[in-house]
């Protein structure tokens, strides 16, 4: 149960497990992103709600950001969570 966070200019790339274990740490570090433009989930293993909690958090913080590589799932738990039409998810 880790999160990988790596961030080279303008991409978030995160990569593991995104779940209220992991949420702190990336929270945390919420402010260091100057000119976010792309968050890649595409290596993320499991995301639970507060996993989505955080995505739809730094949309807000960083307007200019979408999340790419969504998986089903995560598309799934934003559409349930009604968020789907708030959370800027790029469509492939």
Known sequence: ???DIQWQQPVLTLAGTLDR???????KRRGSWDG????????????DTAGLAILL???E??????????????KKLAE???L???LP???A
């Open 80 to 82: 349930l969570g009604d």
């Open 84 to 86: 789907d039409a708030i």
């Open 1 to 3: 149960m880790s999160l």
């Open 57 to 59: 958090a730094l949309t």
């Open 61 to 74: 913080r960083y307007p200019a950001a979408q999340v790419r590589g969504a998986s089903e799932r995560l």
């Open 36 to 47: 976010l433009k792309t968050i890649s989930v595409e290596a993320l293993d499991k995301v």
């Open 21 to 27: 274990n992991t949420v702190p740490a990336l929270w």
């Open 89 to 91: 998810i790029e469509q």
